[in-house]
Structure formats: structure tokens, C-alpha cells
């Protein structure tokens, strides 16, 4: 029995300790300690403790551990506590109004994700989602059952809708030639944040929003200066509503949430809203085709409900069956991949 290799050793301490590192992020996400370095650098713990209104002791830990993981540099002073301020890291991504800040999204990950995670035993035991046991709801549709049943909730989950698609929008809003596209319908479009994207990058472009209306209500809040004409909102159901009349359909990270069934209810609304010339532009994580990877897509169906991660083939093979041809694939390098269909 040879001694373990130290780079193994390494990876699954590093496997062990990720949850350690995530709990860190997302309580000094959580507690605002980012954008307060933000806004002032230079703080010593107890200063950074008061502010926070937490214990030294804990905060003097909490800052060690984020200086460890990388999110924060920590001065050494003679005769002072060490000075903290935050790295280029968390500089680029963990303050509020950060341009590609994630911190709507670690508050997802930290209140909807963690609480599922943490019952994953029965999760794989039932092959059922644990809502219940997390939120004490059982839910058939979990966006208007669960995420959308308080305001607290529903804007926690559009904030993390919302600071996802500022990061990756660009990357999928310019994976195509879209130039013979004039109007474009973002089904599941929550905050409109990647139609903005893609009115960004396609001067010729309009693009409607449609969302469910509790939804449509609150997208004023993310755009409160209408920056820009081209984009508009319309309120309704995917699965029951008229679906508004556009030349491209956009899904983002809306299929992966469906079964099969819903997926071809879904497809078979936008192919009879489609004349042939159309197109669908799809953006979600691919699998890789022999479901070996990426993690990332594989770790999130753990605490999926009734839907599922699919590779590039399969989606192109359920858009077949409703008449759409898969014109490209790009795998973005971006958190999305995306493919444009166009209607035969
Ligand atoms: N496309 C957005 C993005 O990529 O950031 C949001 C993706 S989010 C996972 C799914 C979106 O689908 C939510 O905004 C949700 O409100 C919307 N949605 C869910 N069920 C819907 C329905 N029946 N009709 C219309 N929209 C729906």
C-alpha cells in the first residue's frame, strides 16, 4: 500500500471543505461585509464587527477564513489588528452594485439551495425533491408554489435570476448572427435582464419579455429607468397564454426545469406560434454527451424538482420532434451554452 499522492490528498480535503468555504461566502454575503469593505477599505475586525452587528470574535474569524479563500486581503499593521480589504475577486463579483455582482445569487444559493442540500439523503433515497422537509410545502409548480408564494421570497429568486443573466447575457446574447431577426420573445424572462443584453448587442432588435404576472409586476424594480424602448413586458402562463408574435424565442434556463412532457407542451406552443424562418435561441448548461460533466450542471440537478439537466442532443432531439433544426451549438465558456434552432 503506496502512500496517497499529495495532489489527491489535496482534492478531497478541497471536496471535504467546500461546503465550509461556501457557508463562509455566503454568511459574509449575507452580513454585508463586502460592500461595507467596499465603501471602506481598510477596516480593522472589531471595527468591521460593529458595523456588522456581530461579535469580534466570530468576525475576527469570519475575515481570517474569507482572507484564506482568496476573498479579501488582510494588512498586517505593527502594533494594530491586521486592516481588511476586499480582493480583486470579490471586488469584481460580491459587492451589491459590483456590474457583474452574484450576491443575488449567493442569497439563493445560501436560503433555497443550502436548506435542499442539506436534506440530500432523502432526496436520494425518495429520487423526490425535499421541499417539504426544507420549506414545509409540497409544490407541483414550484415557481408559483414556492418561490413566488411570498414577496420576500420571489425577490430573492428574481435577484438571482437577475445577477446570473448580467454575467453571462452578453456571452449568449452574441453567440449567434442574429441580424435577420427583428422581434424576439424571451419566454421566462423574469427581470429582463438578458433582453437588455440582447437589445445591447442587436441595434435592430426588439425584444418582449413574457413572464408569469407576479412577476411582470416587479420587473420595474431592476430597470427603474427604462433604459431602453426596445425592450417590453407581457404577463402571462407559457403553458395556457397566447404566446406575443416574434420572429425568435429565447428560453434561458427555462426547459431544464420541465419534465419531457412539459418541455413538448412548451415546444409545441412555440413551433404553432412560428412560422418556418423562426428561431428558437436556447441557453442552458449542456451536458456533456456522455453525462460525464460538467459538475456544475450535474450538482445543480441534485436539488432539482421536476426537471433535468440534458445533453446539446437531447434538447436538439426534443426540438426536432416539433420541427426545429439545430443551426448551431457554442459552448460559451460563460456559465450558459446556447443553441439557435430555426423552424423548418
Ligand atoms: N430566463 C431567465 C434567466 O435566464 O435569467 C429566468 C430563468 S428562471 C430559472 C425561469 C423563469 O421562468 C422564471 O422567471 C419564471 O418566473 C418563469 N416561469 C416559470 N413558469 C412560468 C410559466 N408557466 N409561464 C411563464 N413564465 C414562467
Not at 408569469?212 to 429607468?225: A, C, D, G, R, Y
Not at 408574435?245 to 419534465?259: E, G, M, P, T
Amino acid at each position: 500500500n503506496s502512500e496517497p499522492k499529495k495532489e489527491d490528498l489535496q482534492r478531497i480535503i478541497d471536496l471535504m471543505d467546500g461546503f465550509r468555504a461556501s457557508k463562509a461566502l455566503f454568511t459574509a454575503s449575507k452580513m454585508c461585509v463586502f460592500d461595507l469593505l467596499q465603501s471602506r477599505p481598510g477596516l480593522d475586525a472589531a471595527q468591521v464587527a460593529q458595523e456588522i452587528k456581530a461579535s469580534v470574535k466570530g468576525t475576527e474569524c469570519l475575515l481570517e477564513a474569507c482572507a484564506s479563500l482568496g476573498l479579501l486581503k488582510s494588512k498586517e499593521r505593527t502594533c494594530q489588528k491586521p486592516a481588511y480589504e476586499n480582493a480583486d475577486l470579490a471586488t469584481c463579483f460580491l459587492p451589491t452594485d459590483a456590474p457583474f455582482s452574484l450576491r443575488g445569487y449567493i442569497q439563493h444559493c445560501n436560503e433555497s439551495v443550502w436548506p435542499l442540500f442539506s436534506h440530500l439523503e432523502s432526496a436520494v433515497r425518495e429520487g423526490a425533491n425535499q421541499r417539504e422537509k426544507a420549506f414545509g410545502k409540497t409544490s407541483k409548480d414550484m415557481f408559483q408554489d414556492t418561490f413566488y408564494d411570498s414577496q420576500e421570497v420571489k425577490l430573492r429568486f428574481m435577484n438571482a435570476m437577475h445577477s446570473i443573466a448580467k454575467a453571462t447575457g452578453k456571452s449568449v446574447a452574441t453567440a449567434f448572427d442574429l441580424s435577420s431577426f427583428k422581434t424576439a420573445c424571451d419566454l421566462g424572462g423574469c427581470t429582463g435582464a438578458l433582453a437588455y443584453e440582447f437589445t445591447k448587442a442587436h441595434p435592430g432588435l426588439s425584444v418582449t419579455v413574457f413572464d408569469l404576472p407576479t412577476v411582470v409586476e416587479m420587473s420595474e424594480q431592476f430597470h427603474p429607468l427604462r433604459a431602453d424602448n426596445r425592450v417590453s413586458f407581457v404577463a402571462g402562463d407559457f403553458f395556457k397564454d397566447e404566446l406575443p408574435k416574434a420572429d425568435l424565442y429565447i428560453l434561458a434556463r427555462v426547459l431544464h426545469d420541465w419534465s419531457d412532457e412539459n418541455v413538448q407542451i412548451l415546444l409545441s406552443k412555440i413551433a404553432d406560434a412560428c412560422t418556418p424562418g423562426c428561431g428558437l435561441l436556447l441557453s442552458e448548461i449542456f451536458l456533456d454527451e456522455d453525462r460525464s460533466g460538467p459538475s456544475r450542471g450535474l450538482l445543480q440537478a441534485l436539488s432539482m424538482s421536476e426537471g433535468k439537466q440534458r445533453s446539446a442532443t437531447e434538447y436538439s432531439l426534443l426540438l426536432k420532434s416539433r420541427g426545429f433544426i439545430t443551426a448551431h451549438v457554442r459552448h460559451t465558456e460563460n456559465l450558459l451554452d446556447a443553441m439557435l434552432c430555426i423552424k423548418v
